[in-house]
């Protein structure tokens, strides 16, 4: 259910289970790459870890810095063996192009490395999508900490309540409203913490039906 409406200008993004459809390999990638370290994690535990570059996400699973620039190697090197399946989720393209043509400014706020980020952008031709792109790498803090999304804001000009943010985690969420950014969050049809619920713009169950909804609230009427 919608909790408020407002007058949107800027979108911001999330890539991982928001734009294209990675998380089932995400998960995967992670839990078998600490798995002969520790009792392998199950993607829900998975999920509570996600937050930041790849080895921060690696550290929070192992309890510790140990074993993980062997986890941390094991992991990309599933990620690239798997890469040539992702794809982006359907209507993100049209979304983009509807926005931009509608002069929206958009941004990314990614937890991926920046490497590992420019080069899905450039897989899937999106270099020129958004302007800017923080990536997990690019500050000492990390998802839920909002400073990333904050700084997209100010580059804007725009107060956090004129922005939306699309996510499909608990840290995006977190982030979003510790920033003030109204948040529309993507369950994938997952359970949500109760909490966590008062707090979206929206919850809806699917990137589709995401995207239909920043459509009706940042498109409609211009």
């Not at 986890?71 to 990620?79: C, D, G, N, T, V």
């Not at 080069?119 to 803090?141: H, K």
């Amino acid at each position: 259910m919608i909790r408020r409406a407002a007058r949107f200008r800027g979108v911001v993004f999330d890539l991982d289970g928001t734009l294209v459809d990675t998380m089932p390999f995400v998960i995967e990638g992670l839990a078998a790459a600490v798995a002969p370290y520790r009792t392998r994690p199950t993607p829900e535990e998975v999920m509570s870890g996600l937050g930041g570059p790849s080895d921060a996400c690696i550290r929070r699973l192992l309890g510790g810095p140990r074993h993980v620039a062997a986890a941390l190697a094991a992991y990309l090197k599933y990620l690239r063996l798997n890469d040539h399946v992702v794809r982006p989720f359907r209507g993100a393209r049209t979304l983009f192009k509807q926005l931009r043509a509608a002069s929206i400014p958009v941004g990314l706020w990614t937890g991926r490395e920046r490497g590992s980020a420019l080069e899905r952008l450039r897989a899937l031709s999106w270099e020129r999508c958004f302007d800017p792109v923080v990536c997990g790498d690019d500050l000492s803090s990390h998802k839920p900490h909002p400073e990333g999304l904050l700084n997209i804001v100010r580059s804007w000009r725009l107060a956090p309540s004129q922005v939306i943010l699309v996510g499909d985690s608990d840290q995006d969420l977190e982030g979003g409203c510790a920033a003030g950014v109204p948040t529309v969050l993507i369950d994938h049809g997952r359970q949500i913490a109760p909490e966590l619920l008062k707090h979206p713009l929206a919850a809806v169950p699917t990137p589709t039906a995401a995207y239909a909804l920043v459509r009706k609230l940042v498109l409609a009427g211009r």
